[in-house]
């Protein structure tokens, strides 16, 4: 068993280790660019920690968490398009340096070579791998599509973006963790369990995410707290406000504020008022119970679902 | 043996049949659009035409078909919107009716849509046809990112033009063929003697292409005859004009003229004197030589050949 540091280490040098063609060289600069701005890579350390729970040999499964983050990044560079995105992990987008189209093709190319880490696993759990990676990917898919979609709309309910985020974030924490334990040789319940571990995980840890781009504490958050209230996104915070807040009050957090710095209090403080953050903390709660439910269920001793508890222990934590 | 009408038929019912999910309805729908707008369904019918040489059960070989057709419909929505075109088919453009952002991400979804049709192959083929699909894949990518750079740059040679035209066109028809043949159960000596035969036939194809758009009957040809001279196209005409004309006709060809019609004719003209279409179409016959040298040395009964020559004799005589 490996511990998150040990498993980003093994990705970082498995990463350092793909080799793309050379030429076009503007069609794979922006891949090596991407694939190595950093981030904590929790996607493939979560095929790897699936894996584990099963089987103790994880060179079979490095092309599965190669798959899944390459196909993450393709998102990203697509997603920074579509939002007109300047930075990414504090450095430019891919169609800032390279241009839109380039960008394109290139997240093309990038779901090409998702596809060929994919195709390298085993021929025994070949067909199930494609399955789970192929489901994964639509589902960010039409995630990202209804985030788009919602911009656009106010009638959005809370049921809609719950399925919202589960489609653009949590459904691909899911799906890694599913192709690990298929690739590992899990059988169809035990794949299915942390496939719902993975999910209820995602959510939680997106629901977070809206708390603390309000709640967080600047110098740990990593990005402008009070982005979210400042753009209007309609987050799990803002859609729990509308529903409890007076007409009057609606009124006057749509209202032009002098400075974003006084619309980000104002309306923190409707959301203290109503207990916002109580009731966001309670709908993650509720995920993490179902996720700590399906990982108590999976038959596996308990000592090998020791790092994985720690991690998303990290995970859920994260400081405010 | 199915003649290629048969086959078409055989194509767009399998392809009526598909069914994609209802919602998002933006990011299925233009998948449902492109998909119907028609065309020849040559690459599909490639597919089973190939398959058709080794094997006389075309069921298992419809998804490798479906998967052909839609990568290729995927590109052609993506390079749509890079090369900024309102018109497919003489129908607007999926980005014109939906807004690029959406035809990005439909055009992202629909990749994953080609590789659910692979992944239901045989598992005996499917790393084999994955092998061939992402080979393929790859390379329309660089084909199309090859073809935006040379836009950009005034020292194309004609080997650059025919390496970026092999990639942007012949290998996906390559392909489609060595994909057909492998589901069909040929072995890798006869896969790769086809995807010769189908990677030098779309050279050809190609090549003929680029003739037609100067030397093409106006009612027959479908675009505007000419259009490549008023876009200044680095077609194999241009490249080899610009190699054999001299530097007061190079100039003059690239003056600004009162009307288009006036440029065609007078580019036109400076072909005619230079020969070009007599140079183009022997290169054209060459890459018919080596994808006939192919088929005839292809271990494979005369009888079964019947269909396919035809083919690519009639796709080959396309009228002027």
């Known amino acids: 068993m490996h511990n998150p540091i040990a498993l980003q280490e093994i990705i970082e040098k498995a990463i350092s280790q793909i080799s793309y063609p050379n030429q076009p060289k503007k069609l794979y600069d922006p891949i090596q660019y991407i694939m190595n701005l950093g981030g904590k890579r929790i996607r ?12 103790d040999n994880l060179t079979p499964v490095i092309d599965a968490a190669l798959a899944i983050e390459t196909f993450h990044n393709f998102t990203l560079i697509h997603d920074d398009i579509m939002d007109n995105a300047p930075l990414r992990r504090g450095e430019k987008t891919v169609h800032e340096i390279w241009g839109t189209n380039n960008a394109i093709l290139s997240g093309d190319v990038m779901m090409v070579e998702a596809n060929k880490h994919l195709a390298k696993l085993d021929s025994a759990v070949l067909k199930d791998a494609l399955e789970t990676f192929n489901t994964t990917a639509q589902g960010v898919c039409e995630g990202q599509q209804l985030d788009m979609e919602f911009e656009q709309r106010d009638d959005v309910t809370i049921a809609e973006y719950i399925e919202m985020i589960r489609l653009k974030t949590a459904v691909l924490l899911g799906g890694a963790m599913k192709l690990g334990a298929q ?15 993975g999910e209820s995980l995602g ?77 966001a903390n309670k709908e993650a709660e509720r995920y993490i119970q179902i996720a700590n439910h399906s990982l108590n269920s999976l038959p596996v001793l308990e000592e090998r679902k020791v790092e994985l508890k720690q991690l998303t222990q990290q995970l859920l934590n994260r400081s405010y």
């Open 44 to 55: 493939p350390i979560l095929v790897l920690m699936s894996a584990e729970l099963f089987n």
């Open 203 to 279: 959510i939680a840890f997106q629901l977070q995410d809206d708390i603390l781009d309000v709640y967080g504490n600047p110098e740990k958050f990593g990005k402008q707290v009070g982005g979210d209230i400042i753009a209007n996104k309609k987050t799990f915070l803002m859609l729990t406000a509308l529903q409890l807040i007076s007409p009057e009050e609606k009124k006057e957090m749509f209202k032009n504020y002098a400075t974003e710095a006084e619309k980000i209090k104002h309306v923190t403080e409707l959301y203290n008022k109503y207990k916002i953050e109580e009731l």
């Open 183 to 197: 690739v590992a040789g899990a059988n169809a319940q035990q794949t299915e369990l942390i496939y719902q571990y």
